[in-house]
C-alpha cells in the first residue's frame, strides 16, 4: 500500500469514527501553541491534546517570525468572525527543542535572514542555535510587539530538568508559556 493510499484510509476512519462535528472553531483550553515542524515533536503529541483543545501553528523552529505573527492576526480575524476572540485568560505556548533542524540551516545567512525579516548581521540575536536563548527570545519579541493590546504577563520556561547547567537529553523540549492579549490591529508589521 502506498502512503498516498494509507493515509486516504486513516483520514476515512477519522471521519467516519473520530471527528466530531459538535467542534468549534474557538480551542476549548483557550490555547496557541508555536512549535516546530519537526515531526518528533508533534504539540499534539507532546502535550497529549485532543481535536479541539488548542490552535497549533508549526513553522521551521517553531519561531516568532512576521509570518508567524501575521498568522497570529489572522486566526483573531477568523475567531472575531465566529463570534468569540482571542484575548485575556488565553494561554500562548512558544515551543522549542532541542537538535532542531534550523541550526543546519547555519551556513545560509541569506535564507534565514529573510525567513526572519532581519539583516544577516542580525541573526546573531536571535539564538538559532540555542533553543533555551532562542525561547526567550521568541517571548521577548511577542512581549514587544507595538500591535499587542496589553503587556504579555509572562513565566520563565518550562524544563524538565533541575537547574540551568544541567544537561537537557536530545529528546528534551523548552516550552514558555505565557498569558497573552492579542493585536487589537489586524496587521503586524
Same mark, same amino acid.
Given at each position: +500500500? &502506498?502512503? !498516498?493510499?494509507?493515509?486516504?484510509?486513516?483520514?476515512? @476512519?477519522?471521519? &467516519?469514527?473520530?471527528?466530531?462535528?459538535?467542534?468549534?472553531?474557538?480551542?476549548? +483550553?483557550?490555547?496557541?501553541?508555536? $512549535? *516546530?515542524?519537526?515531526?518528533?515533536?508533534?504539540?499534539?503529541?507532546?502535550? $497529549?491534546?485532543?481535536? /479541539?483543545?488548542? @490552535?497549533?501553528?508549526?513553522?521551521?523552529?517553531?519561531?516568532?517570525?512576521?509570518?508567524?505573527?501575521?498568522?497570529?492576526? +489572522?486566526?483573531?480575524?477568523?475567531?472575531? @468572525?465566529? /463570534? $468569540?476572540?482571542?484575548?485575556?485568560?488565553? %494561554?500562548?505556548?512558544?515551543?522549542?527543542? %532541542?537538535? *532542531?533542524? !534550523?541550526?543546519?540551516?547555519?551556513?545560509?545567512?541569506?535564507?534565514?535572514?529573510?525567513?526572519?525579516?532581519?539583516?544577516?548581521?542580525?541573526?546573531?540575536?536571535?539564538?538559532?542555535?540555542?533553543?533555551?536563548?532562542?525561547?526567550?527570545?521568541?517571548?521577548?519579541?511577542?512581549?514587544? %510587539?507595538?500591535? +499587542?493590546?496589553?503587556?504579555?504577563? /509572562?513565566?520563565?520556561?518550562?524544563?524538565?530538568?533541575? $537547574?540551568?547547567?544541567?544537561?537537557?537529553?536530545? &529528546?528534551?523540549?523548552?516550552? &514558555?508559556?505565557?498569558? *497573552? *492579549?492579542?493585536?487589537?490591529?489586524?496587521?503586524? @508589521?
Amino acid at each position: +500500500m &502506498s502512503v !498516498i493510499e494509507t493515509l486516504t484510509q486513516r483520514n476515512e @476512519a477519522f471521519s &467516519s469514527s473520530r471527528f466530531s462535528a459538535d467542534l468549534k472553531i474557538m480551542p476549548s +483550553m483557550k490555547t496557541m501553541i508555536i $512549535g *516546530c515542524v519537526d515531526p518528533r515533536v508533534d504539540p499534539v503529541d507532546i502535550f $497529549g491534546l485532543a481535536p /479541539g483543545e488548542a @490552535a497549533v501553528i508549526r513553522n521551521v523552529g517553531g519561531r516568532i517570525t512576521p509570518s508567524t505573527l501575521q498568522t497570529m492576526a +489572522m486566526l483573531r480575524i477568523v475567531a472575531k @468572525a465566529s /463570534g $468569540g476572540d482571542i484575548g485575556p485568560g488565553w %494561554n500562548l505556548i512558544v515551543l522549542h527543542h %532541542n537538535d *532542531c533542524g !534550523i541550526t543546519c540551516l547555519a551556513h545560509s545567512p541569506e535564507l534565514l535572514a529573510k525567513y526572519f525579516g532581519v539583516a544577516p548581521a542580525d541573526l546573531h540575536a536571535l539564538a538559532i542555535a540555542d533553543p533555551h536563548k532562542a525561547v526567550a527570545v521568541d517571548v521577548a519579541a511577542l512581549k514587544a %510587539n507595538p500591535f +499587542m493590546a496589553d503587556p504579555i504577563v /509572562g513565566r520563565e520556561p518550562l524544563r524538565r530538568d533541575q $537547574g540551568d547547567d544541567a544537561p537537557v537529553p536530545e &529528546s528534551e523540549t523548552l516550552t &514558555s508559556e505565557i498569558s *497573552c *492579549c492579542y493585536p487589537t490591529n489586524e496587521f503586524y @508589521a
